[in-house]
């Protein structure tokens, strides 16, 4: 059996995506989770990749910035080598914009992102078209759309990189030892195991609840409307989620919370009224004390590195990521913002 350069511990989409980016630089890779690819929260049926608002920039938006830039590449090429499609799209977002105030304030930031993003995406107000049924209502008559926002689905995206891995002669392992450098990416589980070494919280789950309706908009922008994540999948089907729970008796159960954000969407958008709830899901998000990814190496534990605390955000950030970690565990070059490095997150 050859030796892997590096096992990395978790088949979520950070695991995923670090396994394919260090493979396509020559690694030799064991990737190792013994309940399975997407098991966790990666599994889920939401899929939203936006970027924040174009204000008060900082590097996390700059990171995040590069990273949704660099997806159709990253995911052209994961579909190119599996064969498999990853349901992403570049469609954009919209947003009713709810005040005036909010208005003025959009007005701004649409002239900020023509700095900020560099001329490679813009964020525009528009009149919202009455005769759209997919456009949420809007008190002002008026939209955000941006077309940097892209989308994809989860579940999807990461049977694609499992595919593409194998056809790089790597699979999913329930088990193996540690070999050569090992990247820990165990999401929430990882983060309650981090707090328990360091003696104080590190992260924790959050809890969040989607749901799947059957509804075919293929090529529609995604919508965010009254705090809700509204995905037009290729599949057919529309993921709309979700709750924030760090409070929860049952991580993947499902209730009136769930359907409060079903009527809510329904409401909001009423071409959705009639259409079938298919699924209900509920899982952890891996949640870090910063609310930002964790990256970096351990440093009480020589050649030990981690990457976890994606939370809402991982997909967006997954190309990113798997770059920044394979430049560190293969190259040796540190190319993490301050506010991701796990040295932040140790603090107590």
Not at 130 to 147: C, F, H, K, Q, V
Not at 219 to 241: F, M
Request: hydrophobic share 40%; net charge negative; charged share 20%.
């Amino acid at each position: 059996m050859t030796t892997a350069d590096i096992t990395i511990r978790g088949a979520g989409i950070l695991g995923l995506s670090i396994a394919w980016g260090c493979t396509l630089r020559g690694a030799k890779v064991c990737l190792v989770d013994p309940y399975g690819p997407a098991s966790g929260s990666s599994g889920s049926i939401v899929g939203a990749l936006s970027p924040h608002v174009p204000e008060k920039w900082e590097p996390k938006k700059q990171f995040q910035l590069e990273s949704l830039l660099m997806a159709q590449d990253f995911w052209d090429g994961v579909t190119e080598h599996g064969g498999l499609r990853t349901g992403y799209m570049r469609t954009g977002r919209l947003q009713p914009i709810a005040t005036d105030n909010v208005l003025k304030l959009s007005q701004t930031r649409s002239e900020a992102a023509k700095t900020l993003w560099q001329g490679h995406a813009q964020w525009s107000v528009i009149p919202s078209n009455p005769a759209n049924s997919w456009e949420p209502r809007s008190p002002t008559g008026m939209l955000i759309y941006d077309d940097l926002s892209a989308h994809m689905h989860p579940r999807m995206a990461c049977a694609a990189l499992v595919a593409a891995l194998r056809s790089k002669g790597v699979e999913v392992v329930t088990d193996a030892p540690d070999v050569g450098k090992t990247i820990w990416a165990t999401g929430a589980q990882g983060l309650v195991d981090l707090s328990k070494d360091y003696q104080h919280e590190v992260g924790a789950g959050e809890k969040g609840q989607a749901a799947l309706l059957e509804f075919n908009m293929i090529n529609a922008p995604q919508l965010y409307a009254d705090y809700l994540h509204v995905i037009p999948h290729e599949n057919g089907t529309v993921g709309v989620g979700s709750t924030s729970e760090r409070y929860f008796e049952d991580p993947k159960s499902t209730d009136e919370q769930l359907e409060d954000i079903i009527d809510r969407i329904r409401l909001a958008l009423p071409v959705l009224e009639n259409a079938p709830v298919i699924e209900r899901w509920a899982g952890l998000r891996p949640r870090s004390r910063t609310r930002a990814p964790m990256l970096g190496a351990l440093p009480d534990r020589p050649d030990h590195f981690i990457a976890n605390g994606g939370f809402k955000i991982a997909f967006g950030l997954a190309p990113k990521i798997a770059d920044v970690m394979a430049d560190l565990v293969l190259e040796g070059r540190k190319n993490i913002p301050t506010l991701f490095d796990i040295q932040t997150s140790l603090q107590p």
